[in-house]
């Protein structure tokens, strides 16, 4: 289960020295930061990345891979997307459908369902961004 965070408070590093957030940015962990820091953070969305294609073959670990993975989300959209920025965030569009990944992880996906709209990426981008 992935958890994405947005941080209430001044600087707070997480992960073992892996990053730092700032009030108002979204973050994107593997714990519950909001139980572990509730004065700090407060949880936005809960999701299960996307499961494993049926058939796949063991691969080498996808993070090693980021052009192939980052494929696998779809065309890389960001620039059409001016919020996307300022959270470090990519969008990803496959056929009609949009993804959005953070750019420390582009082949996780943050949205629970694809989203189909220009204006549902948006929505999901501002309600991401500090204000």
Request: net charge negative; proline share 8%; aromatic share 6%.
């Amino acid at each position: 289960m992935k958890f994405l965070h947005k941080a209430n408070t001044g600087l707070h590093s997480f992960g073992k020295g892996k990053g730092v957030s700032k009030a108002g940015q979204t973050v994107q962990s593997d714990l519950e930061l909001d139980k572990l820091y509730p004065e700090k953070f407060e949880k936005v969305l809960q999701y299960a990345p996307p499961p494993a294609a049926e058939g796949a073959e063991d691969e080498a670990d996808p993070s090693t891979q980021p052009a192939k993975a980052a494929e696998s989300l779809g065309a890389d959209v960001t620039e059409q997307f001016k919020d996307a920025a300022k959270q470090d965030l990519l969008v990803f569009k496959s056929g009609k459908e949009y993804h959005i990944a953070s750019e420390d992880e582009p082949t996780v996906a943050l949205n629970p369902a694809p989203l189909p709209t220009k204006k549902d990426v948006e929505t999901f981008l501002k309600a991401h961004t500090p204000e």
